[in-house]
């Protein structure tokens, strides 16, 4: 995709991220935590490169590194030595959420 289809810039970070995911094993949920390494960042989107094979359509939970606190695996390239290539898109933040008025 070319930079004039991108919502924001994409900026060059060698940084890892520690993140998690739940993963449905043995008929139950399960939470891995993960650290992964970010290639590229903007404030829609991140890429990064991690040794565990996340799904397209999976919700990771970052756990420092980024002010944004989650977001949904769009793709998922995989490489030689068992590393993968994910593009994350950021999902919006809701503050002060109370629930449903009654």
């Known amino acids: 995709m070319s930079d004039e289809k991108r919502q924001s810039k994409r900026n060059p970070n ?47 939970r970052f756990n420092s590194g980024i002010e944004q606190k989650a977001g949904i695996v769009k793709w998922r390239k995989d490489s030689v030595y068992n590393f993968h290539s994910v593009g994350v898109k950021f999902l919006p933040v809701i503050r002060d959420y109370h629930g449903p008025e009654a």
């Open 14 to 60: 060698d940084g890892t991220i520690s993140y998690s995911v739940n993963v449905l094993e043995s008929g139950s949920f399960k939470r891995l935590d993960l650290i992964g390494i970010i290639l590229t960042i903007s404030q829609n989107e991140l890429c990064m490169i991690t040794d565990y094979p996340v799904e397209k359509g999976h919700v990771l």
